[in-house]
């Protein structure tokens, strides 16, 4: 995917990313969009008024409305699906950022008016709608063609209610991996071989740490370690089996030593100078990747694809992924169905075809969004795939283990809230030299008063 902000996890339960960041990636895959509209719209061939809600006499449009560049278009699945489906014809109306589109989404889902016959969740934005406007969105999991056990248990169930509701079909995830330039651990005395490198911090982010101070020794002029400390805590915590929420929904993010844990570990990171000064997903951010300035990235799959954007022509080829010390997800959508939609039988056959293996292992191979569904990742679409960053690394199936081994993680409706205080109010005041206690008080203080605590 997204490529999203993604980030393209997010985010097995996965951790979501700052809305801003999933966006900026999402318009970003593009290289590798218009606000709602109110109401849905067949062709005008003498549907939109017949009885049978558009369907009779003409084609039935079928509107979607989604966040940045989700893919299906440009991976050809609409025009496939009209192909099968000659009575139904597909529009999508993209509102570029989700941080526009989701506030929006949800008035239009309190007010039950100008929604669209399918409209996407972002990962970090479910519990949300689960939590909240459930009684709004059809039970897709009744859907003729849909089978739960097609997902990964832990992607089901984040778009289900506790009383066993299924409001919302995954896409995709964003397994996490580590990705590095080659040329720059060759300059720096670090091996380069894949198997190698994942040896180096294999199961402690503390060891990809000591992997950085090992790289800063003789690191090529002008370059650091890892891209920003944002990027480095979003990995770390996305590999936790609890974050910022317990299993009953209680806000637990200052108790949780995981989470504390995190923080200093990457004010550790950014003390030393192993990380950037930089915001992920903005401009400057952007000129680092353009003037190869990092030589690690937190790498799920449509990070690839942010590379390949922001890159400099002679990049390709000199990236490739090794497996980050601890298995995560971020990024991660989902397709729901309003319930008093003008088509909601067609629009629930439609994503149930959308999401199945073969469609999402397609997504993957053309826009680099990873299958939720474990089907998909025998298929020769994931196990072939490669990219133009990473050569011939087997990058489907690198991020297919990596999805197997992600922890079950609860998501709260304020995820992003807490991940985004704890990274822009946080562990980025490090590099501009805060101490690492004094940066978590500004963190905590900001997500407090977000949260209204």
């Not at 002029?221 to 974050?243: H, V, Y």
């Amino acid at each position: 995917m997204r490529a999203r902000t993604l980030p393209p996890s997010r985010l097995r339960s996965s951790g979501g990313t700052p809305i801003a960041r999933r966006a900026a990636v999402l318009a970003a895959v593009a290289a590798l969009g218009a606000g709602l509209l109110t109401g849905c719209a067949d062709d005008g061939k003498g549907a939109a008024g017949s009885p049978d809600g558009g369907s009779g006499g003409g084609r039935t449009t079928l509107t979607l409305g989604l966040f940045g560049t989700m893919g299906f278009k440009e991976a050809g699945l609409y025009t496939a699906y009209e192909k099968l489906h000659p009575d139904i014809r597909i529009q999508e109306n993209v509102t570029e950022r989700n941080e526009n589109y989701y506030p929006a989404l949800v008035n239009h889902l309190t007010t039950n008016s100008g929604l669209m016959d399918v409209q996407a969740v972002e990962v970090g934005n479910i519990a949300e709608v689960v939590n909240t406007q459930a009684a709004k969105l059809a039970d897709v999991s009744k859907a003729p063609g849909v089978d739960k056990s097609a997902w990964l248990d832990w992607k089901w169930q984040q778009a289900t209610t506790q009383d066993g509701r299924t409001v919302g079909l995954g896409t995709d995830i964003g397994p996490m991996a580590i990705c590095y330039r080659k040329d720059l651990f060759r300059k720096a005395g670090l091996p380069t071989d894949r198997e190698a490198v994942g040896r180096l911090w294999a199961g402690d982010w503390s060891k990809l740490v000591a992997a950085g101070e090992a790289y800063k020794k003789k690191a090529p002029q002008g370059t650091s370690f890892m891209d920003s400390p944002g990027g480095l805590i979003n990995a770390i915590l996305s590999s936790e089996k609890d974050r910022f929420y317990d299993s009953s929904g209680k806000v637990v993010y200052k108790t949780n030593p995981a989470v504390r844990k995190a923080f200093d570990l990457t004010a550790k990171a950014a003390q030393e100078g192993l990380v950037q000064s930089q915001t992920q997903f903005q401009p400057s951010w952007d000129q680092t990747i353009a003037n190869s300035r990092f030589a690690t990235v937190a790498c799920p799959p449509w990070m690839l694809g942010y590379l390949k954007g922001k890159s400099k022509a002679d990049a390709a080829g000199k990236w490739d992924v090794a497996a980050a010390p601890r298995s995560g997800n971020w990024g991660g959508t989902f397709l729901t169905v309003p319930a008093g939609g003008r088509h909601v039988k067609q629009a629930e056959a439609f994503i149930a075809w959308l999401t199945a293996p073969a469609q999402q292992a397609k997504l993957f191979a053309v826009q680099g969004s990873f299958p939720s569904a474990p089907a998909a990742y025998d298929l020769p679409a994931v196990t072939g795939a490669k990219n133009a960053m990473t050569g011939d690394a087997p990058i489907g199936r690198i991020f297919a283990a990596a999805a197997k081994a992600i922890p079950v993680q609860p998501i709260g409706p304020k995820d992003q809230i807490i991940q985004q205080g704890l990274t822009d109010n946080g562990v980025i005041l490090v590099t501009k030299g805060k101490s690492a206690d004094e940066a978590w008080r500004t963190a905590t203080k900001t997500i407090d008063n977000n949260l209204e605590q």
